[in-house]
T-cell receptor
Framework: GQSLEQPSEVTAVEGAIVQINCTYQ??????LSWYQQHDGGAPTFLSY????GLEETGRFSSFLSRSDSYGYLLLQELQMKDSASYFC???????????FGAGTRLFVKA | GAVVSQHPSWVICKSGTSVKIECRSL??????MFWYRQFPKQSLMLMAT?????????EQGVEKDKFLINHASLTLSTLTVTSAHPEDSSFYIC???????????FGPGTRLTVL
């Protein structure tokens, strides 16, 4: 089967750096994605890692270690608007579908 | 990325009625679309994979006779919730793959409330 684990909640202050971890178990691995979802809205794509290492996109970076079945999303220079839920997701080669983790709710305080 | 729309954005219906939700890929021809359901403060649960011109593939535990999916064209997939009950009240979201499994582009979602 497939499963992903990530913390349920994280709180940080404006301007800080926060790391959201994700561990996964999957039969057939293609890559790890991250999505952001604000309350009442739809998820939006943030980043994707197919290979080991760090991918940087502006204030957001994502890391993957395939040998450890582990990845993280790093958010720098936190802003209030970053308060949202963040989901890690695996793209399974089995059915070319995306399975999502339970989500991490990030609260950014002033 | 792909632009995806959904209609309606919200719907309230009586128990026992059927509701149709449309998902349109506005700038991308999608042979495959995905339907998700999300309950409050929970994750997105994949319900089914909609395949253009053929039957949808349903995830385990999802009743195919209750959630009817039709993918008649490369730009339109519909989800019909038949004989809706209050427990079907949820946020239904469709997505389109962005040319690979690495990216999913989501519609804005449809909030269904069954009274």
């Amino acid at each position: 089967g497939q499963s992903l684990e990530q913390p349920s909640e994280v709180t940080a202050v404006e301007g800080a750096i926060v790391q959201i971890n994700c561990t996964y178990q999957t039969s057939g691995f293609y890559g790890l994605s991250w999505y952001q979802q604000h309350d009442g809205g739809a998820p939006t794509f943030l980043s994707y890692n197919a290979l080991d290492g760090l991918e940087e996109t502006g204030r957001f970076s994502s890391f993957l270690s395939r040998s450890d079945s582990y990845g993280y999303l790093l958010l720098q220079e936190l802003q209030m608007k970053d308060s949202a839920s963040y989901f890690c997701a695996v793209a399974s080669t089995g059915g070319f579908k995306t399975i999502f983790g339970a989500g991490t709710r990030l609260f950014v305080k002033a | 990325g792909a632009v995806v729309s959904q209609h309606p954005s919200w719907v309230i219906c009586k128990s026992g009625t059927s509701v149709k939700i449309e998902c349109r890929s506005l700038d991308f021809q999608a042979t495959t679309m995905f339907w998700y359901r999300q309950f409050p403060k929970q994750s997105l649960m994949l319900m089914a994979t909609s395949n253009e011109g053929s039957k949808a593939t349903y995830e385990q535990g999802v009743e195919k006779d209750k959630f009817l999916i039709n993918h008649a064209s490369l730009t339109l997939s519909t989800l019909t919730v038949t004989s809706a009950h209050p427990e079907d009240s949820s946020f239904y979201i469709c997505s389109v793959g962005g040319g690979g499994v690495d990216t999913q582009y989501f519609g804005p979602g449809t909030r269904l409330t069954v009274l």
